[in-house]
């Protein structure tokens, strides 16, 4: 029984971990940060990076124009040596190295405006309950009650 839970638990994880996607997209590409995740159902960051994942979450939120707008749970994530190769429109060049790269299930919605909060400065991202980002104001209430939870 135990055996069955050791490695599963970032399955069963309420945790979304929250990140700002930019306005633009990757250097060169044709494709902003935004039209990755919501044309293509997908994400992907550094793999063994500091201050990123070690492994990708259960759940994905996305915040852009000062407000969360949406959370995905991860179906599925792959390591990939080349990003590029999975989008259209990318940019030719340079190895970016080994980066996670997310598929994305339906995109959970919250029923009122989630504002990032005075804790979420530009391109901070942070780990958040799930419910409390869909029971909170703001990203930053959010968090101050995971924190809270975890204690």
Same mark, same amino acid.
């Given at each position: ?44 960051? #550094? @793999?063994?990076? *500091? ?8 759940? !994905?939120?996305?915040?852009? $124009? ?6 995905h749970h991860v179906e599925n994530y792959v390591v990939v040596r080349d990003v590029r190769e999975h989008f259209q429109g990318a940019e030719n060049g ?11 299930? #339906? @995109?959970?919605? *919250? ?8 804790? !979420?400065?530009?391109?901070? $991202? ?26």
């Amino acid at each position: 029984m135990l055996e069955d839970l050791v490695g599963h638990e970032r399955v069963f994880s309420n945790l979304v971990w929250v990140v700002s996607l930019g306005l633009v997209g990757p250097t060169n590409w044709k494709l902003t940060w935004i039209d990755v995740v919501k044309k293509h159902s997908k994400y992907f960051f #550094p @793999a063994g990076a *500091p201050r990123w994942p070690q492994v990708p979450p259960n759940y !994905i939120g996305f915040r852009y $124009h000062g407000r969360l707008q949406s959370i995905h749970h991860v179906e599925n994530y792959v390591v990939v040596r080349d990003v590029r190769e999975h989008f259209q429109g990318a940019e030719n060049g340079a190895d970016w190295g080994p980066h996670f790269l997310l598929d994305l299930g #339906p @995109a959970i919605v *919250p029923n009122h405006e989630v504002r990032a909060g005075p804790r !979420i400065r530009q391109s901070n $991202h942070c780990s958040c309950m799930l419910d409390t980002l869909l029971t909170c104001r703001t990203i930053s209430d959010a968090l101050t009650e995971t924190e809270r939870r975890q204690k």
